[in-house]
């Protein structure tokens, strides 16, 4: 709508007009009063002017002549501009320290997990307490009565009294040994090759039930193979350096048909049982020399003599086939090599021994086990020195020397004894029966008492494997590397004949605890400890580890050996 100036109509009264009038003239009044004119001269702002001077134009005028005689001169660096820098400097370092200096501090001052504590994965401290670890995950298993936490010595003569720092009771059902699903104890998934085994290996053929641990032997075609069976171990996951390990263990089968070979046994964590390239060149060498004994063959230049016959008839009566000693004395510095060293800048000789706790066997219609332990280099004609003082039998009414000592791929010292007959799965009183060995590591006083039925079946004395100038060897210790635990069960007509038609399978070898324990001055627990180094060395070739389809060193794993200067030269 459009607006119009305002008219009085005809008939607005005078009143109202009157007072428009008067609001028209205050309006105005208002106006004049705050209204300023467009000029600000009119209003008295002169310094609005450019060339109108100020007071204070002079603070704002640069005139170099003025002000060359102030600003000539000085210093860049004064107190105040020092400290404003160094301010910025410590928030800076402060920024660099929290979120870079602290994480880094962190990982390289911490305090690795020990094997052996009772703030860490478990153990006992030096109080002798015993941590109870949620879901019962520590070392020492809290199901062990405390009557078992210390044990007196099986050896005749020796006065050791022993402290538990491991134990498994297996009472929880149901327990998986896959990777990955255990703390201790890890189950293979491999046909074992190297002693031509009729199985395969799978986690699923082991598992606890009834409070035991079972390994079960069944007939199943799974990987070309009619046999399933398990083998599980502690490798790099827990290892012990010199003590007594006991395991309840009820046997498999009946005690009167042959062909089953389960076994409990130790071996040095620098190689893996069922992974051949970790062992080519490592097992089961115990050897701390540099000498021919480290040489492929066991001869160098064909030399010695002794070492080229009255060995082993299936390998043309040569004393050894192995390889030669991979990480021995005689590497040259700067090659590969585990550590540590000697004095005189050598190396220490590494390798991975094995003890065996028991072999299970079948013979004239009864049960027994051989109790051995596996070395090299060899002694001529596999003869070690088994003098009365060196070999002790406890009741030669149940143990006697074993026949076979050895051959091309490893000697052996070794005693068959009868087994307590009941402690068997079918045909006795489904017992358990207790196996295992005692040893104390090293030379001179060391030694080694494996254990049947509870009692101690035989001694071995570390001068039994002394030096023998007849193949130009020195002497092999009692096995000083870090030792880890491994179980199975499995058949093989490389142990002896197979009745695959009278065995009623499947059968099952069941363990109600395995304890280790080692003298109370001499607790060594652990799989990497300083003066046995393995972990740097598994985790840079950790494939020989993992990958049991590498069965050597060099031709299938494609590493060096390292230079020997006793075979080669440095």
Request: glycine content about 10%; some cysteine; hydrophobic content about 35%.
């Amino acid at each position: 709508m459009a607006s119009y100036p305002f008219k009085a109509q005809a008939n607005q009264s005078s009143t109202s007009l009157l007072s428009t009038e008067s609001a028209l003239k205050e309006s105005d009044s208002i106006s004049s009063k705050f209204s300023l004119p467009a000029d600000p001269l009119a209003w008295g702002a002169t310094n609005l002017y450019s060339d109108v001077p100020e007071a204070d134009d002079a603070l704002h005028n640069p005139d170099p002549r003025r002000d060359r005689s102030i600003d000539h001169g000085g210093q860049i660096f004064t107190a105040r501009g020092l400290a404003n820098l160094g301010c910025l400097a410590i928030l800076a370092l402060g920024i660099i320290a929290l979120f870079a200096g602290f994480p880094l501090t962190t990982y390289f001052m911490k305090n690795g997990l020990s094997s052996f504590g009772g703030f860490n994965i478990g153990g006992l401290n030096a109080t002798g307490q015993v941590p109870e670890i949620a879901g019962n995950l520590g070392l020492i298993d809290i199901d062990t009565p405390k009557s078992a936490y210390t044990k007196k010595t099986y050896t005749k003569g020796r006065d050791v009294e022993f402290q538990l720092v491991f134990s498994d009771e297996f009472n929880v059902d149901g327990r998986s040994f896959y990777p990955g699903d255990d703390p201790y104890w890890e189950a293979v998934d491999l046909h074992y090759w190297a002693t031509n085994n009729m199985e395969w290996y799978d986690p699923q053929a082991i598992t606890t039930k009834n409070g035991s641990l079972e390994i079960t032997l069944s007939r199943k075609n799974i990987h070309d193979r009619n046999y399933m069976g398990g083998m599980m171990s502690s490798w790099n996951k827990f290892c012990f350096t010199g003590g007594l390990i006991e395991a309840a263990t009820m046997l498999p089968g009946p005690n009167n048909i042959q062909g089953l070979w389960p076994a409990i046994w130790m071996m040095g964590n620098l190689g893996r049982a069922g992974y051949g390239a970790s062992l080519d060149g490592m097992w089961p060498y115990t050897y701390d020399a540099c000498d021919v004994g480290t040489a492929p063959n066991q001869t160098h230049n064909g030399l010695p003599v002794t070492a080229l016959s009255g060995g082993d008839p299936s390998a043309n009566d040569e004393l050894s086939y192995l390889p030669g000693q991979r990480l021995s004395r005689c590497t040259c510095p700067g090659e590969e090599h585990p550590g540590p060293m000697h004095s005189d800048g050598t190396y220490v000789g590494r390798a991975a021994p094995e003890i065996d706790f028991f072999e299970a066997q079948v013979g004239d219609g009864q049960g027994h086990v051989s109790q051995s332990g596996q070395w090299a280099p060899f002694n001529e004609g596999y003869n070690w020195f088994n003098t009365s003082a060196n070999l002790i039998i406890y009741d030669d009414t149940v143990s006697e020397l074993n026949g076979y000592k050895g051959g091309a791929f490893q000697q052996a010292t070794s005693v068959v004894s009868k087994t307590n007959q009941n402690c068997y799965e079918f045909g006795g009183t489904a017992c358990f029966s207790i196996y295992g060995a005692e040893y104390k590591p090293g030379f001179d006083d060391a030694y080694i008492t494996w254990i049947n039925d509870g009692k101690a079946a035989w001694t071995f004395n570390a001068a039994g494997t002394a030096a023998d100038t007849r193949v130009e060897i020195g002497p092999r210790p009692v096995p000083v590397e870090p030792m880890y635990l491994l179980l199975n069960l499995g058949q093989s007509t490389n142990f002896g004949k197979v009745d695959e038609e009278n065995l009623p399978y499947p059968v099952t070898m069941k363990v109600d605890w395995i304890r280790v324990y080692q003298p109370k001055d001499a607790i060594n627990v652990g799989c990497d400890p300083a003066d046995y180094p393995t972990a740097a060395y598994i985790n840079k070739f950790s494939e020989a580890y993992t990958n049991p389809n590498l069965t050597t060193w060099v031709d299938d794993y494609k590493q060096k050996v390292p230079k020997n200067k006793f075979v080669s030269g440095c």
